[in-house]
């Protein structure tokens, strides 16, 4: 199926939404300092060495993680720094290393689109079958190995706590 989205936009609402994770952050460095810019200059083009990838998430459990650090081992050792969001009904998953390739089932990505302009549509491809398994990629795999940063977070769907309404027809 196909989603008509501004694949721009997208990006930037997700990584702003996993920037402003965490309180005090240290926001200099390699990574932060372009995808800052890239987040707040809508005439900015997406930093060559991201690559954002998504995928189905029919979960009710969300994660947001920034400051990690994955790498696999069937892919010579290569790793790359990762931010991640997951809430139903996407994932989405920021890597900072081109070379970087997770596991099969591979998510797709937006590297088509990191030089549409900020108003551009595009008809976002999502694939409903070969869907990940809801703790994937935060969880090692045999050939997976994560590094997380104290910040990292993962939440899960909280009890209600107000009572339900109930509507009386006369």
Known sequence: MTVRVKPQRVVRAVL????AQGVNRYDKGSITVPLSDYIHDPT????????????L??????????DAAIMTLFN???GSMMWLLKSFPLAFAALWERDFRFEVPAPRDFDAYASAGIDDFVDLPIDLFNVPPEEWPEAPTNNTMIMVGQEAIAATVSPSRGKVLQIHRS
């Open 44 to 55: 900015r083009p997406m930093p060559p060495d991201l690559r954002f990838c998504y995928w």
């Open 16 to 19: 702003g939404h996993i920037a």
């Open 76 to 78: 010579q050792g290569k």
């Open 57 to 66: 998430y029919p979960h009710r459990s969300r994660v947001l993680m920034r």
